[in-house]
């Protein structure tokens, strides 16, 4: 029904910068946020970044507050999240997932259809 691909993940120096896509294609039209998870080895999935894609509404965790930036295109179905000094503990894979919930959401079962993930890894 949705199909959600993840691209952009790989090695980045502490300090250093990193900008993930998230492309969502099929029946999007129901869609009305997306958002960004991540999880790190031995830790459940955490909450990153959100968007809506009426008026373009975002919010963010406490950790990544100020480093990194959601945006999205509509037209494209396509949202990213840029990563500005990245630190170690921001090493996971992350996640994009989307949401048919007229209100945003931090919890992973509010959202209905995910991608496979994208690999950061943080380095020095």
């Known amino acids: 029904q949705v199909r959600v691909v993840e691209s952009g993940g790989g090695l980045v120096q502490a300090g250093g910068s990193l900008r993930l896509s998230c492309a969502a294609s099929g029946r999007t039209f129901t869609n009305y946020h997306m958002g960004w998870f991540r999880q790190a080895p031995g830790k459940e999935r955490e909450f990153v970044a959100a968007?809506?894609?009426?008026?373009?509404?975002?919010h963010y965790a406490d950790s990544v507050e100020g480093r990194f930036t959601i945006s999205g295109d509509n037209a494209k179905n396509t949202v990213y999240l840029q990563m500005n000094s990245v630190k170690r503990e921001d090493t996971a894979v992350y996640y994009c997932?989307?949401?048919?919930?007229?209100?945003?959401?931090?919890?992973?079962?509010?959202?209905?259809?995910w991608g496979q993930g994208t690999q950061v890894t943080v380095s020095s």
């Open positions: 997932a989307t949401s048919a919930h007229y209100s945003s959401s931090d919890y992973p079962h509010d959202y209905d259809y």
């Open positions: 968007i809506r894609w009426s008026g373009d509404n975002t």
